[in-house]
């Protein structure tokens, strides 16, 4: 779920290592890497390490959002396979614990622009309203809306990505651009719970029978979650980190 976290380390590789600082767009406690440099994820991680206090609250001067909590104020999903049957909008989800992350095994490449970094949370907790009509392994009805709250242990994430330099526009500007981005994740264990809301008993019937066969198969229900949550999270980060990209033109990054 703190899937678009990621997007710090190519966001910043790409920044930082560029010079960014000149073009003014960059606040001062970016401090820049050479492009050359021979350690260059390493003072990467060091530059990530020196904003993180800043990224609680958000820079809003490079589009990146608050991260504690970090809030989506909408989201749909629509998806199905063998396993589940997802149709469900979430309003007002929000995550504590993201800025926590542990990186590690960062590697960018900045002759193709593609990087992979590791991610890891010890605790993540979730809120969320919901609306759904899903299913759970063919057998198990989630229909209702209510409130949701969760906590996530041990979440380990591989990410790897890939930009691209947008062709010039009119005014001579070329943007980078993620076009490609892979999560594979592992999640450690969760706990949670769904309270329906809806005048309708069938419902709330549904809700705790969802819950009951969660805790009983948390194993099993996180391993058939776990591609949905990772494609989930391609599609936010992508978005995200194109947001952030948008924003400064690449010649600017350049000196
Ligand atoms: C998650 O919630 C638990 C229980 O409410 C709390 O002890 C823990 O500090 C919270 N963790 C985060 C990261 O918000
Ligand atoms: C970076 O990518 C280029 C082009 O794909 C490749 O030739 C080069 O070996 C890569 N460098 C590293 C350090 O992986
Ligand atoms: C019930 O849940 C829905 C969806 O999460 C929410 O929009 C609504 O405000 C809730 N209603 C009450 C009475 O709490
Ligand atoms: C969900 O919230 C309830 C109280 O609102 C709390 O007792 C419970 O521990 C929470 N569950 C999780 C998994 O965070
Ligand atoms: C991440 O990659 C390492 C090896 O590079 C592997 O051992 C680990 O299982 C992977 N983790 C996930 C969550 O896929």
Do not use: Q
């Given at each position: 779920m703190a899937c678009w976290l990621p997007i710090f380390s190519l966001v910043l590789s790409l920044l930082a290592?560029?010079?960014a600082v000149s073009s003014g767009k960059l606040p001062s406690y970016v401090s820049p890497c050479?492009?050359?440099?021979?350690d260059l994820n390493q003072c990467i991680l060091n530059a990530w390490e020196a904003l993180r206090p800043k990224m609680g609250g958000g820079i809003p001067k490079l589009r990146i959002p608050p991260l504690e909590p970090f809030l989506?104020?909408?989201t749909s999903i629509d998806r199905r396979s063998d396993s589940l049957d997802v149709k469900a909008t979430m309003t007002q989800l929000a995550i504590t614990g993201v800025n926590s992350v542990v990186f590690s095994k960062l590697n960018v490449n900045l002759?193709?622009?593609s990087g992979s970094v590791s991610l890891a949370f010890s605790d993540l907790n979730v809120t969320t309203?919901?609306?759904m009509d899903s299913m759970l392994m063919k057998t198990i009805p989630m229909k209702g809306q209510g409130k949701f709250n969760g906590t996530i242990n041990d979440v380990k994430v591989n990410m790897t990505g890939k930009a691209e330099l947008s062709p010039k526009n009119q005014r001579g500007h070329s943007y980078l651009k993620l076009v490609e981005i892979k999560f594979k994740g592992?999640?450690?264990d969760a706990r949670g719970r769904l309270v329906d809301n809806s005048t309708n008993p069938e419902n709330s019937i549904f809700a705790e029978t969802a819950n009951m066969f969660f805790d009983n198969n948390r194993?099993?229900?996180l391993d058939v979650l776990t591609p949905f949550i990772e494609e989930f999270c391609e599609e936010l980060v992508l978005g995200v980190v194109n947001q952030i990209l948008s924003v400064i033109?690449?010649?600017e990054m350049l000196i």
């Open positions: 290592a560029e010079h050479k492009r050359d440099s021979n989506i104020p909408e002759t193709d622009l309203l919901y609306v592992f999640i450690g194993r099993d229900v033109p690449f010649e």
